[in-house]
């Protein structure tokens, strides 16, 4: 028995003590680390499985300090640990024994730190740190916001640079522009929608983040001197080909994925079927009616789980998610998986809809179980039905979230897509293959994490910035 | 009982130190006092090592001064000392029967570490309990069996081989049973070996074909063990040889037919990159060296269908009508080599093996490299075939991961990985090699200098996993993601190929031959041993022993060490002729019994004869019984008494623990194989858990009577736990059944006579289980924990009612 652990013990911090437990088992294999969006962003100051270094030596001091406010929650590392260590949740933990012990002190460093490398650090910060699991409300936000003392410095005031082109202003795009216009570059984002923000404004529930907060953030960008165009679609009003011969040296894609999948069976039409950004959209923007009494969700990510608890606020009775294999293989996340059952949200394994009953308005759907074959491409077992195990459940509102995929028609064919639609790249450059063109975010992996875009976002940036130099030498 | 008054009692007690083992937190001195005022105990003395040679001395002057007829020794598990002083015993003079074991060390003093008051008073308990048995011991004779001088090896591996040379070199006569067309295993993939980079397959392929001429050796390949009866020295195995649809002795090896053979398919042997036909020879030198027609790819007999291949053969090998047949062996010994498989990366889904073409295995790799794979021995990568510049290997893949794969460290990969790098280097030295790794394990003879080698040649290594492999699908290179530890950098470095160096892991169907041959294995999968350090090759079923990864992950070298090691081992069993076996068969007083034949149903072995019909008593068949007990349970008379595991004498162990406290305490019936041992294995690792329990060791879970039980209950104990070895894992076939049987019987009774049926708990608890049993008793503790003081009373008074 260590020291730290044996002082715990006799403390009674269980829970504590608990993590300081799983800190010791800590390998340092720097699994965590590699793909770490915030030891992208911090790489001077962050580095997981270097807190857990810390709590394992010293647990005050490791409390105290400012690297366990770091994690952004993306799940990224936590499938891959060894050790089986949930580091998003040790983290959350550490928070809340250090926001009793030590109060917000260290929060409002991180704060600093965060507006210091991002101008939407408000959206960043609600979005990714679920402040309410650490039971900060409005007030004690509005406060740690107010008291920023940093500020997101350009190295170069005016744009004199070239001028570049950004499609999509969701967090990609919004910190790619940012990053650029931080070297001095013309920056011009383009948004298909009447309003900028791309997931930020469109699908993270009101109740996590309001839209007034979205637009001040974007006000704030703005006022970094970028040029946000709404309501101009490429493809459409300005075709992608002519960007370049509008000036622009650079493209970025940014345009996310907003296609969502379809099941493809009877009765998807329904009114009271949904698609997942269908109902995201229509939650948000309040055109959404008390849902009813009892509804469904099939599909088995986040976005699915996100949707299951929406909807309970929004007054659904009861609440159950259709996914079609087994808890094994369930892409959701362990933490949102976790917070639905809570809820009471009741996930229905190894089912698999085959229509959805109902005239003019949904009533049930007829499902079948389910059994796992053998292992496809992705490592997860295959499933297929059972063979007159058919059943059907009641339901008077359906959301379809079996995935998002990114909608790339307005593309010229030197832009290669992938096999599953997504855009493919130089991992290193995010450049596309065409030539000065770059992509970032959902459009390269499908639906991930805003944490996740925002790295991929400064990786193109310094692509960019690397063609832009070479192209001047030229 | 009788035997009791004519023979005066004097009882020997020793209480072992174990250096500080025992004495750490087990008050010996005050033990071998409480010993001391034990009824009819004469000596009673503590001593710093009972096994050592002085330690021994001792007993038997005891014996001979002090006219010694009992010895019970308080140390650690019978299963692994009982024979030391059992011979000591014997050689003062004494029945070895007359010995008593008290397991303080394991199932006491390691299991209770913090707590030396407490397990101070247990180790009195468990030495009361040992007296108590002692007292009642009786003297037996052990019966001889002859041994088969035939052995029977199961795998084809380079440690099977070596097991069979050995033993045919002594004369004994050797079945090789491979699952495989060809023996060789993984040694005959790979292409050089570590720590001193000679040939693979040129250094095996003599032995493999001295193997295949060696007159004392049968070698049966495309072959599958199906069932295992007998016991140590006359086994009965039945063997499925599936039909090869080639003539093995016509066959020369000529390759006609397979020219002619239009089925193509992936060649298991090169891990699918290379091609074989329906009719095909493994690899060049396959031993047996004869072709297989593989019937599942095969277009048929029939000259419209195919037939190729029949008309092209001279020799008139290929048999279409060829059955699988299935050959009955009797044998003395059996080697078990089954060996290893590798660890397929597919779900370490960040690393992208079968999604980027570039991403191949260590064992792909070996085929790649290998002058007969199927590049010739051009490393290419699989993409374009071009002769890749930058290569990464990636350690640990599948294996010390607790989520994924396995969490062992495999052994061999760290240093499969060093060769790996210099067989690249020796052919294109400006190859930019990459090593991502957690620790390097270079802990064997040569190995240090080879991995020396590899630096010295510029291989770079990086501490630290890689975290993502990316493909740039522009050119099919891998981006590897990884943290340098040392310094805390991320690197993202591009490579034309990168190599998973996978684990190993036990053969997949490593449970059926578990099951055959009642095997445990380790919570890692490989076959336990019966003792990790004194009797390493030997399996806890007699007769049987393990060579090679069967037991472990292990290199080539120590494999082939461990092979001759288990060929001696089953060679002095076969050199004596004869064993002997431990008497402790049933006996069935005719007087007694009423020949109903309920002992006869239950026996797993079938060694009761009695005719119910006309009432002729049950009689035992000595040389059949394997005195599991379970006969003994079920007899509703007391006709049956299990030599040396009577019910007196369990009776007297359960009295002597319910003098004092019965309140308290948990009794536990252990079988000998598993739960005991798992007991014992829990002690081992130090596994902590309450000090209630006290165990009573049976052979089987089946001798458990319900009496047994009863008799607790009414002496006062809180709980009682029956445990045995996991359904269908039972040493004694399926006697554990008759336990499942006989405690939901229990369960029902107390039900009916208003007794918390919680109180009894069964439980299945292997050799390797140690934290289960320790959980089990954690559990009872909550358990017990909540049986009040009136509520055991109540018991006893409806008991005895
Ligand atoms: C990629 C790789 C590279 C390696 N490189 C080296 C090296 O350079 N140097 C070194 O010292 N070691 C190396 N090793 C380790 C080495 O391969 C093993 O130590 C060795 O093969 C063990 O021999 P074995 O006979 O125990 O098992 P195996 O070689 O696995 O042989 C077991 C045999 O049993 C057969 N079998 C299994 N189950 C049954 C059954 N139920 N009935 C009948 N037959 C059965 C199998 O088909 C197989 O033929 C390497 C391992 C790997 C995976
Ligand atoms: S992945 Fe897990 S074991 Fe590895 S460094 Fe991170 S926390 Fe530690
Ligand atoms: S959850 Fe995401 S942000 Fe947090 S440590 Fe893991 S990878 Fe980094
Ligand atoms: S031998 Fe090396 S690579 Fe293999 S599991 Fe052990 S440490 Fe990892
Ligand atoms: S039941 Fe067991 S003890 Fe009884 S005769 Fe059969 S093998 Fe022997």
Known sequence: MSKAEFKYENQGNGELQDLIKQAFTCLACGKCSGGCPMVYLFPEQYNPHKVLDKLVENPEEALASKEIWFCASCYKCHNKCPQGIELPEVFLKLRRIALKQNGMGNLRVLIDDLHGRIPFYKLFFRVCYHPEKIHLGKVELDSLFEKSASEYKLEQIPSTREKIAIIGSGPAGLFAACELRRKGYQVTVFESRQKAGGMFQLTIPEFRLESEIVDQNIDLVKSLGIEIKTNVRIGKDILFNTLFEDGFQSVFIASGAHRCLHLNIEGENLPQVMTSLEFLEASKSGILKAVKNKFVVIGGGNTAMEIATSALRYGAKEVCVLYRRSKDEIPADINELREVEEHGVKIHYQVSPLRFIGDEKLRGIECIKMELGHPDLSGRRRPVPIKASNFIINADMAVVAIGEKPDLGYLPDEVKLNKNGTISINPLSMETSMKGVFAGGDVIWGSASVAEAIMAAGRAVDGMDQYLIEKRKA | ???????????????????????????????????????????????????????????????????????????????????????????????????????????????????????????????????????????????????????????????????????????????????????????????????????????????????????????????????????????????????????????????????????????????????????????????????????????????????????????????????????????????????????????????????????????????????????????????????????????????????????????????????????????????????????????????????????????????????????????????????????????????????????????????????????????????????????????????????????????????????SAAASRAGILMNAGKIRVEAITSKIDPDLCNSCGRCAKVCPYHAIQVDVKNKVPAETIEAACAGCGTCGAECPKGAITMQHFTDEQIYAQIDALTQENAHEKIVAFCCNWCSYAGADFAGVSRIQYPPNVRIIRTMCSGRVSEDFVLRAFKRGVAAVLVAGCHLNDCHYIDANYQTKKRVERLWKKLDKIGINKERLQLAWVSAAEGEKFAETIRKMKGIIDKVTQAEIEKTVEVLER
């Not at chain 2, 279409?320 to 047949?325: H, L, R, S, V």
């Open chain 2, 1 to 563: 009982m009788e035997t009791n008054q004519k023979e005066e009692l004097r009882i020997g007690v020793y209480v072992c130190h174990c250096g500080l083992n025992i004495a750490g937190s087990v008050d010996c001195v005050a033990v071998a006092e409480y010993a001391n005022t034990l009824q009819d105990v004469v000596v009673s003395v503590d001593n710093k090592y009972t096994c050592s040679d002085p330690g021994q001395e001792q007993i038997k002057q005891d014996i001979k001064e002090h006219k010694l007829n009992r010895i019970v020794v308080a140390s650690c598990t019978p299963r692994l000392h009982e024979p030391t002083f059992r011979n000591t015993c014997a050689e003062a003079g004494l029945n070895p029967y007359l010995f008593e074991m008290a397991n303080i060390r394991d199932h006491c003093s390691w299991v209770h570490l913090h707590d030396k008051k407490n397990a101070t008073e247990k180790a009195k308990d468990l030495v009361k309990m040992a007296v108590a048995r002692a007292r009642l011991l009786q003297p037996q004779i052990e019966a001889e069996v002859p041994v088969t001088k035939r052995a029977l090896i199961i795998g084809g591996g380079v440690a099977g081989i070596q097991s069979a040379l050995d033993l045919a070199d002594q004369n004994y006569q050797v079945y090789l049973v491979e699952k495989e067309p060809s023996i060789g295993g993984k040694m005959a993939q790979i292409d050089k070996t570590f720590p001193t980079m000679d040939c693979s397959i040129c250094i095996l392929a003599p032995k493999m074909s001295e193997a295949g001429r060696h007159p004392n050796i049968t070698i049966l390949t495309n072959s599958l063990v199906q069932d295992v009866t007998g016991y140590v020295g006359n086994f009965n195995v039945k063997v499925l040889k599936k039909a090869r649809y080639v003539n093995e002795k016509e066959c020369t090896a000529c390759g006609d037919c397979t020219e002619v053979c239009p089925v193509v398919r992936p060649n298991e042997f090169d891990v699918g990159l290379a091609i074989r036909k329906a009719i095909y020879t493994p690899f060049a030198q396959a031993v047996p060296s004869a072709y297989i027609i593989n019937m599942d790819d095969c277009l048929g007999d029939v000259p419209i269908a195919c037939n190729k291949c029949v008309e092209k053969c001279e020799k008139q090998a290929i048999n279409f009508d060829m059955q699988d047949e299935i050959l009955e062996l009797e044998v003395g010994t059996i080697i078990v080599a089954t060996g290893i498989d590798v660890y397929d990366p597919t779900e370490y889904t960040e690393y992208g093996y079968r999604r980027f073409e570039n991403v191949i295995t260590s064992l792909e790799f070996e085929r790649l490299i290998n002058a007969g794979g199927p590049s010739g021995g051009h490393l290419i990568r699989p993409s374009d075939k071009e002769i890749p510049k930058k290569v990464a290997f990636v350690q640990c893949v599948g294996s010390r991961c607790t989520t994924r794969g396995n969490p062992y460290c495999s052994n061999v990969c760290c240093m499969n990985t060093i060769k790996d790098s210099l067989l690249i280097k020796e052919h294109w030295p400006n190859t930019d090699i990459e090593i991502f790794y957690l620790d390097i394990r270079a802990y064997g003879k040569g190995f240090e200098d080879l991995y020396q080698r590899s630096r010295d040649e510029g291989v770079k290594y990086f501490r630290g996993l890689p975290a993502e492999i990316i493909e740039n699908p522009m050119n099919n290179n891998l981006v590897v993601v990884a943290e340098n530890t040392n310094t805390g950098e991320i690197m993202e470095h591009e490579f034309d190929l990168v190599v998973l160096s996978v684990g190993i892991q036990p053969t997949k169907d490593s449970d059926v031959i578990q099951r055959l041959l009642t095997l445990s294995r380790t919570k890692d999968g490989f076959f336990m041993e019966s003792h990790p350090k004194l009797k390493p090759v030997d399996a806890p079923t007699q007769g049987v022993f393990f060579a090679g990864c069967a037991e472990g992950p292990k290199d080539i070298k120590d494999s082939v060490t461990q092979a």
